[in-house]
């Protein structure tokens, strides 16, 4: 089918589903189909409910020239070169040989690099977005058997650039949570409350006071308000193993949308054995406020076979929700044991064709971490995330069958924090006095799976 695409002139044509893509388009859809001089978005006949696969489907293309089975059973993303590292001058942006020539929201986007050592697996590059809130956009790395390869499903950095827009669906940044890796501040996850069809918004309860955000997922708030967001102060670091990126954030209130100032650092440092990636929010103001940070990160099944892909999460129990289109969580807590979503088996349990966009809780700790390890064992390539803060209480997996990725998402706060279906119980988010920081640390290590 794929190949008769490509004779009839579209690279690939996806469904569009919902938030969470199950089953065909719903009539009244988008349906994306990629063209190799445009996109052609093409409506079904229902309403449009929400964006996530949507934005994907805009985003990942399939090449568009020969039929290799292996080229096409993953994700395209983007083949653009990075730029040579800069030499870590500071100052209060990017060193200019390490800024690439193209601008997201006005900023540049940034590449770090390293020179490959030995022939073990290593992380060489990253390419990052501080126009759009220090969107990790691309890692590239060594992997034995595979070569240089690109780890996120990411589109190529002009496409995503003509994505970014701020117009229609991309209005509140959401293009941004929708590949690479986007940071999800003061809030990831899906927030529920009033909804206005007027306003187009959600209104929350924190302990009195009301937080009106906007509705960019349905009738939810999602993944936060940095998603369009500048980072300044952009600086690129030399260090003895790599390249480390530094900015900072000054969000106020969100946008008017937040109790109290916030400010925000961002720290990322690569080397060949890890990616280190910290963020300090800091409250500024002179009220409490609640404070939680996440990441989005889409790593791609480098060998397309998604069935024998591993995933190890070291979790007791998952949130329920009421359906996988909603996503609206039943405030209770189910244990994993015995049932499909038990992913604490040693290497890891195959992915099968089990949907996944669940939260998962009551997180095991080794050595003070949470290491979350997705496996591909027939690309001899593995991925762990740890998460290193004491705060991250919860890891979101997103994973629909029909996709050739896996979303790790390390977060403070359970699915609708604020949600009265909790009866009170803790859902993660943090309380920040005046003056109080509070930091989100995750580390990304490469590792090579026993087997096959």
């Given amino acids: 089918m794929a ?14 589903t919902d938030t969470d893509g199950l089953g065909p388009p719903a009539p009244g859809r988008l349906v994306a189909a990629f063209h190799p001089s445009k996109i052609l978005l093409l409506r079904c006949c229902c309403m449009y409910r929400s964006s996530r696969l949507l934005w994907l489907a805009a985003a990942v293309l399939v090449a568009a020239t020969g039929c290799n089975h292996k080229q096409n059973s993953a994700p395209m ?33 940034v590449h770090l690099s390293r020179q490959q050592v030995g022939n073990g697996a290593q992380f060489l590059g990253m390419t990052v977005i501080p126009g759009r809130g220090m969107n990790v956009f691309q890692i590239t790395a060594y992997v034995p058997g595979q070569g240089k390869v690109q780890l996120l499903a990411s589109p190529p950095l002009a496409k995503a650039a003509s994505l970014m827009n701020g117009q229609k669906m991309d209005k509140y940044g959401a293009a941004s949570y929708s590949f690479g890796g986007a940071f999800l501040i003061p809030y990831p996850n899906r927030i529920f409350g009033q909804y206005s069809a007027k306003n187009h918004t959600v209104t929350a309860d924190w302990h009195g006071q009301k937080l009106v955000l906007p509705a960019n997922a349905g009738r939810a708030a999602m993944h936060g308000l940095i998603l369009s967001s500048k980072v300044q102060n952009v600086q690129v670091l030399k260090t003895a193993g790599g390249e480390t990126l530094t900015g ?58 998604r069935a024998q892909a591993r995933l190890y999460v070291p979790a007791t129990e998952r949130a329920t929700v009421n359906n996988y289109k909603e996503e609206k969580p039943t405030g209770k807590l189910v244990a994993v044991k015995g049932t499909p979503y038990d992913f604490n088996t040693p290497g890891g349990r195959p992915l099968g064709s089990t949907y996944l966009d669940d939260s998962f809780t009551h997180l095991k700790r080794t050595n003070h971490a949470v290491d979350v390890r997705l496996s591909d064992p027939a690309a001899h390539y593995g991925m762990e995330v740890m998460a290193l803060s004491p705060e991250i209480r919860a890891v979101q997996i997103y994973s629909p069958p029909s996709q050739k990725f896996l979303a790790v998402e390390p977060q403070f706060n359970l699915v609708d924090p604020f949600g009265k279906e909790w009866h009170g119980q803790n859902t993660g988010m943090v309380t920040l006095p005046a003056s109080a920081s509070v930091t989100w640390h995750v580390r990304l290590h490469l590792f090579t799976p026993e087997g096959k």
């Fill in 248 to 305: 900072t954030l000054n969000a106020r209130r969100f946008g008017g949308r937040w109790p109290s100032v916030t400010d925000l650092q961002f720290h990322i440092a690569l080397t060949g054995d890890a990616i280190d990636v910290k963020i300090t929010a800091t409250n500024a103001g002179q009220k409490p406020e609640p404070m939680s940070i996440g990441w989005h990160p889409y790593f791609r099944l480098l060998s397309g076979d």
């Fill in 3 to 16: 190949c008769e695409a490509r004779r009839a002139g579209i690279t690939q044509i996806v469904a569009a």
């Fill in 77 to 109: 993303t983007n083949n653009t070169k990075p730029a040579v590292p800069g030499t870590g001058q500071s100052g209060a942006s990017a060193t200019a040989s390490a800024v690439g020539s193209t601008k997201i929201n006005g900023e540049p986007v």
